[in-house]
């Protein structure tokens, strides 16, 4: 069996890295977009176990993108994580009425990245 892939999408080249390195190291596969629109056509194409989503993104944000995400047919159904350091007041309540699925914050807790991952995305076979 493959390994369940991840699409993160974050502009900031240092936080990809991070989140790749840790995918990478508890066997995920990943694909990577820079902005809101190219993360929305690789999540239709490429149709990922999960998504990773920043908010403050280039093109379109991260709330938009989610919005279109949860009203296409073919990714409705794909679990979001925003993962931002936007964290102002009433944040969390906004990216969850854009359907996000879960909401964590920038530093990321490693320990908790992982487990929330896990939790939306299982390795195949646990």
Known sequence: ??????????DNPKNR????DL???????????EDGQAGVEK???ERPDLILMDIQ???MDGY????RLRANEATRGIPIIVITSFAMKDEEARARAAGCDEYMTK?????????????YAPPRGE
């Open 23 to 33: 995918l990478r190291h508890n066997g995920y596969r990943f694909i990577e977009a």
């Open 57 to 59: 993104l280039p093109r």
């Open 43 to 45: 999540a239709i194409a």
């Open 17 to 20: 890295k991070i989140m790749a």
């Open 64 to 67: 938009e993108a989610t919005r």
């Open 107 to 119: 530093p990321i807790d490693i320990h908790a990245f992982v487990a929330t991952v896990k939790r």
């Open 1 to 10: 069996m493959s390994a369940p892939t991840v699409l993160i999408m974050e």
